[in-house]
């Protein structure tokens, strides 16, 4: 017997299908979804229908010149309707406005010192989000939050921010919605990148891929299938504290010695660099200092880029993605790094699963990585993928 509730969702299903054939193709008339999703024409335009009530497309007229009856074009609005995504760090927190075809609205961008309270923080941003909102007076769809930590899925509580430790068991998602009334999404950072990839990247095409964050920690979002890797929790393809310096490791913000975490990132070359030269030093600083000439950062970086391709080798044979995308500033202080990187990761990978994963340097950023977070939260609350 078939289920009553079938056919519910599968109009839901078709609604995120039509969803996802504008967010990769771009502006389409209702024919043109037709044909790339393979949707009725009925449904489809049902299905667009749903979407315009719902503030997720806008259509407009096309070209006067055009030949015949055209119909009109169905776009993702990028001044009619905005989503807000925020990013908490352990130095400074932003706020960005966005369409939601992903196009960023940097003029708006907002950033702040990451104060010591987190009560303070969740004021502050509240405020500055209502403060955006009222600005603008265009309708705000919800916010992406991104936190460098471990996020607990089920209900939006972070169980730790090795380098925010304000936030550890808190809920910013909750609260912010709480004081903003606006609907909020908390994403880990890398995940987010992971979705900005699969949204808006190069990950749009791809079934299998990772993306690695290792600035000021190791984080790492994945699809597999064409799924996002999620787990019981949310915690899936956590490696950043996998222990590979068990004697004489720095001790980890999650409490453990030598985690990947404190030797593969921007953040472990800061602190070994700091530590030599016996002052406290950036990594704009360094970045500086090596480009003048006046500091030698061989020793550290050689380190630094050996740990992280061990983290990224691991990640091939545990995941055997096509592709990996990696975020980091390393890359940016000599122009060998990222090469050097690569062949150090291959050279310990698997040969069947290196020899067919492509490498490559990120092309997102955080502020769409927490646009893009909200973004998938809202398709999710249209209905599931249709593969």
């Not at 001790?251 to 921007?266: I, R, S």
């Not at 690569?342 to 340097?361: F, G, Y």
Request: a negative charge; glycine letters at 10%; one cysteine or more.
């Amino acid at each position: 017997m078939q289920s009553p509730h079938r056919p519910s969702l599968l109009r839901k299903m078709n609604v995120r299908k039509v969803l996802e054939v504008i967010q990769s193709q771009g502006t389409l008339t209702r024919a043109d979804v037709m044909r790339c999703s393979g949707i009725s024409a009925p449904t489809v335009s049902k299905a667009v229908s749903a979407l315009l009530d719902a503030g997720l497309l806008e259509e407009r007229e096309t070209a006067e010149f055009s030949v015949g009856r055209p119909g009109k074009l169905l776009q993702l609005p990028r001044f009619s309707a905005q989503v807000i995504g925020v990013v908490l760090d352990w130095d400074y927190c932003s706020i960005v406005a966005s369409g939601l075809d992903g196009f960023l609205h940097e003029e708006k961008l907002d950033q702040f010192k990451t104060p010591s309270s987190y009560e303070e923080l969740i004021n502050i941003i509240s405020q500055k989000i209502m403060d955006l909102v009222k600005k603008e007076e265009i309708p705000a769809l919800g916010v992406g939050i991104t936190v460098p930590g471990l996020v607990n899925s089920n209900d939006g509580r972070i169980f730790l921010a090795s380098n925010l430790h304000i936030v550890d068991g808190q809920a910013p998602a909750v609260d912010i919605a709480a004081k903003t009334n606006l609907e909020c999404i908390l994403v880990q950072k890398s995940t987010s990148l992971c979705l900005s990839e699969k949204t808006y990247g190069a990950g749009q095409d791809l079934e299998d891929f990772i993306s690695l964050d290792v600035t000021s920690g190791f984080g790492m979002g994945a699809f597999t299938g064409g799924q996002l890797l999620d787990g019981q929790h949310g915690l899936a393809g956590e490696i950043a504290h996998i222990t590979v310096e068990p004697q004489g490791g720095r001790v980890c913000g999650c409490g453990n010695l030598g985690c990947l975490e404190t030797v593969a990132t921007d953040m472990a070359l800061t602190h070994y660099v700091s530590k030599r030269v016996g002052k406290e030093l950036d990594f704009d600083a360094i970045k500086e200092l090596v480009k003048q000439g006046e500091l030698d950062i061989t020793p550290e970086l050689d380190r630094t880029i050996e740990f992280l391709g061990i983290g990224v080798a691991a990640a091939i044979n545990i995941f055997n993605p096509s592709n990996i995308f990696i975020t980091s500033r390393l890359f940016d202080l000599q122009d060998d790094v990222f090469s050097r990187m690569c062949e150090l990761a291959k050279n310990r990978a698997l040969k069947p699963s290196s020899s067919s994963c492509e490498i490559e340097r990120s092309k997102g950023n955080k502020y769409l990585g927490a646009v893009a977070g909200i973004i998938n939260h809202l398709a999710n609350g249209l209905g599931p993928r249709l593969t």
